[in-house]
């Protein structure tokens, strides 16, 4: 009988160890790949962030603009269901508009593996997360930069984003 | 119907999950595993309640208690291993249990109701279900899907 052999090989599989962000939202520890963060800045120096007005997507509130594109600010807690605290930090992402309210930074480390999710995951967390990592006797999700919005949630938000910079224009040739 | 000589008795493991004993094809468990710790993370598939390490390999752990009890888990101290089958693969399934199991030899019953039942054993003068895993999980999966 084959029992989930798959995923140990997978694990197994002599891969270039993966550099990789600890962060903490909300007493939870998660893993980004290093090479998906561009930048990481405290969220006091973020004095420019935009408010969005849009209740479809309750995990973003802001937006935030860095070389002339649009970023928007995913609070972590709110995407991943836990109790929400005041976040200190933001993980600006690289190859994808979106900036993560997260509470800390715990460290680098290296991976030399990553298990498949197993099947018994069947929800959005097939979205959130590329795999679980084994460290130093912790399993910690891996997080995949691209399953903090959907495409549908960046049409939305674009569309939101659009129709508050007008509204931003309309009111400042009123004025 | 009880007895461990007639040709179709076969081997079930024991289980007690909560205060009942519910009984697993000896063929579906791979082991007993000991209080080892459980890890959790953000989810929402229903009944998945964390993972265990066990020899290597990631086991998520399904807390099937209040399902089949009506009452919350106890502070469970063990888990059995069983096999989970997804269409032709299969994955390892851990459920938290007391600890006391039991091998045993017995016939069966076919039953059809509840669902996640397949069979039921006699053994020490008690009538124990014989429970599918993989149809207990769907089961569940469906219910929550509906509920949400």
Redesign the interface.
Known sequence: ????A???VK?RKARKPEAVILFNVSN?L?AIAADSVQEIRSTDSLGAALEIEQQEIPKVRHTIERGHRTYYVVNACTH???RVVRPTLVLMLRQIRVAVLVDKIERMAELSGL?AL????????RQ?YRG?A?LD?????VVSPMGFLTSQEFERLDGAAAEASRHNLERAVQI | MSGTDTENARSYVLIQIGDRRFALPASEV?ELAPPV?L?Q?????PL?SG?I?RR?????V?DICSLLTGKGSPTHQFYLVA??H?GS?????AIPVNGDSELVTADTVQVTSPAYVSNRLMHGGESIEVLNLDRL?AFE?REAELNS
């Not at chain 2, 993370?41 to 598939?45: L, M």
């Open positions: 009988m084959k029992i989930a798959h995923d140990a694990a939870q998660f991943f269901g836990l298990h197993p099947r018994a995951f069947v929800g959005t967390e959130w679980l084994c006797d912790q399993v910690i999700p | 791979s710790r890890h993370f953000p989810h929402n598939s998945v993972i390490v290597g390999r990631l086991v998520p399904y096999v989970r997804f693969a299969c994955e390892p399934a999980v999966s």
